[in-house]
């Protein structure tokens, strides 16, 4: 069975960062993609971030590029996301998603960004 939790997050003043981790069970890590989607407040689900091959490919969307970076620790099998630079419009809950169709989600971190 595969396993998805996150952890980290919480409220931070704008500007400020967040570190984001996500720890993994039952995936053969870096054999697909490791991926961080976000959902805003009564907005629908956005894709932030994946990375696939031990950190050979990685992608951002346009919204956080510059601010973000996602990497993963494969001893640990964690997959983390640093955000620094954040702004009021990164709020909202980020989601650790494993696999190519999106097919292991985590529960989620609410993350705020408010002064």
């Known amino acids: 069975e595969v396993q998805v939790v996150e952890s980290g997050g919480g409220l931070v003043q704008p500007g400020g960062s967040l570190r984001l981790s996500c720890v993994t069970s039952?995936?053969?890590?870096?054999?697909?993609?490791m991926n961080w989607v976000r959902q805003a407040p009564g907005k629908g689900l956005e894709w932030v971030s994946s990375?696939?091959?031990?950190?050979?490919?990685?992608w951002y969307s346009d919204s956080v590029k510059g601010r973000i970076t996602i990497s993963t620790d494969n001893a640990k099998n964690t997959l983390d996301l640093q955000m620094n630079s954040l702004r009021p419009e990164d709020t909202g809950v980020y989601y650790c998603?494993?696999?190519?169709?999106?097919?292991?989600w985590g529960k989620g971190r609410l993350v705020t960004v408010s002064s």
């Open positions: 998603v494993l696999g190519e169709f999106m097919d292991y």
């Open positions: 039952g995936f053969t890590f870096n054999s697909s993609s």
């Open positions: 990375v696939y091959g031990y950190m050979s490919n990685i």
